[in-house]
């Protein structure tokens, strides 16, 4: 379903898609409290990736690993190629990345779960939320 609405969207490219990994049932995710939020250089404990088509499609993935996550990611077999430009590699707003045009869907899909997997610092279910947002 997710890869239907992926080709869909990169058809005509008006809106996102989030992904997310949801926990298991006995983790618990205790909330870090807002001053600690706002001082910590790290984003969410669980990796939320967005993709957006478009003429330049991007990825973008916030996690709470810390900096230099495509040298962490290629460490864990998930390899973001040299020719595809990194925007951003920060630890709070995470890693943004502009796709090739070639890439399929299920090719962006299997690197947002790969990559996603490769982050996640707790317990994860092998379920994966999706949320489709259209521009009206």
């Known amino acids: 379903m997710v890869v239907e609405e992926m080709r869909s969207l990169t058809e005509r490219p ?14 618990d995710l205790t909330p870090r409290s807002p001053l600690a939020a706002f001082l910590a250089n790290r ?7 967005t993709w ?12 709470s690993t810390g ?20 925007k951003q590699d920060h630890p709070r707003r995470g890693l943004v990345v502009e796709l090739p045009d070639e890439l399929t869907p299920e ?13 996640v610092e707790l317990p994860i279910d092998t379920i994966w939320s999706a949320v489709i947002h259209r521009r009206r």
């Not at 984003?43 to 990736?49: E, Q, S, Y």
């Not at 957006?52 to 996690?63: D, N």
């Open 14 to 27: 008006d809106g996102w898609i989030n992904i997310e990994p949801t926990i298991r049932d006995d983790v």
């Open 52 to 63: 957006i088509p478009g003429p330049v499609a991007t990825l973008g993935i916030e996690h």
């Open 107 to 119: 090719a962006v899909l299997e690197l947002v779960l790969d990559a996603g997997t490769a982050l």
């Open 67 to 86: 900096p230099k996550v495509a040298a962490r990611l290629a460490d864990n077999g998930v390899v973001i190629p040299n020719a595809w430009p990194i």
């Open 43 to 49: 984003g969410p404990v669980l990796p939320f990736a």
